[in-house]
């Protein structure tokens, strides 16, 4: 599995951006698929997990209501809408997949075997 991430930029506090995961192959039935941020001189941090098997949709506290994780099968794509942006959401964002993830894990770093390169995010204020 490859995991592809992209549509970082710069944008001012308040605006919007979406990223984009693309993966090599259709595994959103059956992986689990997060996102994670490290922002500078800060551990990488959970952002939101999709799993797409039940359905089930789990965000970070700092991102809950404001962020919003999709997915279009035809492209074998998963979304990261981020609205109302901060300057505290600048990170470097990854998208990451796993096959079985147990919830309570589904927060932690090292339960995903799958990563993508990162696509930088910058909010200014």
């Known amino acids: 599995v490859q995991l592809q991430a992209s549509g970082g930029g710069l944008v001012q506090a308040g605006g919007s951006l979406r990223l984009s995961c693309a993966a090599s192959?259709?595994?959103?039935?059956?992986?689990?698929m997060a996102w994670f941020r490290q922002g500078p001189g800060k551990e990488r941090e959970f952002v939101g997990a999709?799993?797409?098997?039940?359905?089930?949709?789990y965000y970070g506290d700092s991102v809950k209501g404001r962020f919003t994780i999709s997915r279009n099968n035809a492209r074998n794509t998963v979304y990261l809408q981020m609205n109302s942006l901060k300057p505290e959401d600048t990170a470097v964002y990854y998208c990451?997949?796993?096959?079985?993830?147990?919830?309570?894990?589904?927060?932690?770093?090292?339960?995903?075997?799958?990563w993508g390169q990162g696509t930088l995010v910058t909010v200014s204020s």
């Open positions: 192959e259709g595994i959103f039935s059956s992986y689990v």
């Open positions: 999709a799993r797409w098997s039940s359905g089930s949709i």
């Open positions: 990451a997949a796993r096959r079985t993830v147990i919830l309570s894990n589904i927060r932690n770093v090292e339960a995903y075997n799958y």
